[in-house]
């Protein structure tokens, strides 16, 4: 099976700041990885797929890019309701996901 | 627009099965471009692929459960059910339905609200 890894498990910043989380697959998935946001109390929501498509109606200040086994989300200015956790997907093969990168408050 | 609803008991006791059911409203199950998945969320944050169904009564399950996993379709009903076998304290977790639309689409959205399933004597 696929195991997929984030980094950082925690992020802490300021709004406005520019802001990375990595995401690593343990083998090669093309380019058949999600990001997803999570805030406290709901569920999941996609926000990129395909590695760097943008889901309709997700601000345009999220971008994804990579392929093969490494991947990055980037929120150009953090805004105060991007303080959340993320969490990337892989659909190569089966499906799972990474365990986490909660971006907190500074 | 599709949405998605969870239901089922909130306590279930160890060595019992845990079933639950997902409602489908603002579609159909029965779109050939749909598969319909059981993804559960563990205290500690960890998110785990259980199966999906395809409206045919088609499945997959993830390998590591497949042994106590059995999903089911109900398109005159417009739901799907999840059964898991003979459950531990390690099942706890919020059990959320989702859709994903399919290769190569195969991200999963929406989601259900989720259920907070815990299992306890």
């Known amino acids: 099976d696929i195991q997929m890894t984030q980094s950082p498990s925690t992020l802490s910043a300021s709004v406005g700041d520019r802001v990375t989380i990595t995401c690593r697959a343990s083998?090669?998935?093309?380019?058949?990885l999600a990001w997803y946001q999570q805030k406290p109390g709901q569920a999941p929501k996609v926000l990129i797929y395909k590695a760097s498509t943008l889901q309709s109606g997700v601000p345009s200040r999220f971008s994804g890019s990579g392929s093969g086994t490494e991947f990055t989300l980037t929120i150009s200015s953090l805004q105060p309701d991007d303080f959340a956790t993320y969490y990337c997907?892989?659909?190569?093969?089966?499906?799972?996901f990474g365990q986490g990168t909660k971006l907190e408050i500074k | 627009q599709v949405q998605l609803q969870e239901s089922g008991p909130g306590l279930v006791k160890p060595s019992e099965d845990l079933s639950l059911i997902c409602t489908v409203s603002g579609g159909s199950v029965t779109s050939e471009k749909s598969y319909w998945s059981w993804i559960r969320q563990t205290p500690g944050g960890g998110l785990e692929w259980i199966g999906h169904?395809?409206?045919?009564?088609?499945?997959n399950y993830n390998p590591s459960l497949k042994s106590r996993v059995t999903m089911s379709i109900d398109a005159s009903k417009k739901q799907f059910s999840l059964t898991l076998r003979s459950v531990t304290a390690a099942d706890t977790a919020i059990y959320y339905c989702a859709r994903d639309n399919g290769y190569p689409n195969n991200w999963f959205d929406p989601w259900g609200q989720g259920t907070l399933v815990t299992v306890s004597s």
């Open positions: 169904i395809y409206y045919s009564g088609n499945t």
């Open positions: 083998q090669s998935i093309s380019s058949w």
């Open positions: 997907q892989q659909y190569h093969s089966y499906y799972s």
